[in-house]
């Protein structure tokens, strides 16, 4: 006879993931909940939770007031480009520390490392200097062409790789596959589970980004999202209803990427990419 299902379930350790669940969500609810009262309620004591007055006046005021479309086409081109980038050139740094022996790559690996201790603040001086001589300052390009290659990225593939059989290339090259074709061929669609991965939180860290951007950029014609919501904010007044509303439009992205990967991003096997 099968056992049921919640037997041998701890029912106070069930309540108090439950009890830690509600208070990671309560600020998201109160922060979504708040977008819809109108200026006056949101510092009125004593506070609410739920708008005594439902209004959508922020989210019109937000849309209308600033150019959305421009701001969100800016950062989904950044955004996109440079997942698309940072996922290609990874696995092919990872495929070449992975399966060529060679003490030069392995000290090389060993410097790309090192930058993970280092505070990004540290760099952003000699990367700003590196990206103004290039003629990229104040263009999206100059947002993108730094953040392309990233430690973590080159780890994942590393590792990975590294799981995978060198006879299974052996017998790609003795039937004369040459490199670029065995690793588009063979080697990346075998790692296309952190190919997903990496992309979804490459994405979202791009999508995200403030501090770089505000560096780079000067023209509000190319401002990306986070820049724009930082211009709301103005030096002796806030108008917060449209601030709330432009930050909840600012997520919606984030929101339907992780409805659509959620599977990818709750049940990804992420040790199968840290094997050593």
């Keep these: 006879m099968p056992r049921p299902a919640f037997r041998g379930v701890n029912p106070w350790l069930t309540l108090l993931l439950v009890v830690i669940a509600a208070l990671f969500a309560f600020p998201m ?9 109108p200026g006056s309620e949101l510092f009125r004591l004593p506070l609410t939770l739920f708008p005594e007055r439902w209004t959508i006046s922020g989210y019109a005021t937000a849309w209308t ?7 969100f086409a800016n950062t989904g081109i950044v955004a996109l480009v440079t997942t698309a980038l940072t996922v290609l050139v990874s696995a092919m740094t990872g495929y070449a520390f992975a399966k060529y022996k060679a003490w030069w790559l392995q000290a090389f690996f060993i410097c790309i490392l090192v930058t993970t201790m280092l505070p990004t603040e540290v760099i952003m001086p000699s990367t700003f200097a590196v990206i103004r001589d290039l003629g990229l300052y104040n263009t999206l390009a100059g947002i993108i062409v730094p953040s392309i290659l990233t430690a973590t990225g080159v780890f994942m593939f590393r590792q990975y790789f590294r799981t995978v059989p060198d006879e299974l290339l052996e017998a790609a090259r003795i039937d004369g596959v040459g490199e ?21 939180f490459s994405f979202q860290w791009r999508w995200n980004d403030y501090i770089w951007p505000l560096i780079v950029l000067n023209d509000p014609n190319k401002y990306t999202l986070q820049i724009a919501l930082r211009s709301i904010v103005g030096a002796n007044n806030i108008d ?6 432009a930050s909840v439009i600012s997520l919606v992205p984030m929101v339907i990427l ?3 990967f959620q599977r990818h991003i709750m049940s990804a096997d992420m040790n199968s990419g840290l094997k050593d």
């Design 29 to 37: 609810l109160w922060f979504l909940l708040s977008s819809f009262k």
């Design 65 to 71: 007031r600033f150019d959305f479309w421009r701001y």
């Design 180 to 200: 670029i074709r065995a690793f588009f061929a063979i080697m990346l669609p075998i790692a296309r589970p952190i190919a997903i991965v990496l992309g979804i």
């Design 240 to 245: 917060w209803s449209v601030l709330l509303s």
């Design 258 to 260: 992780f409805v659509v």
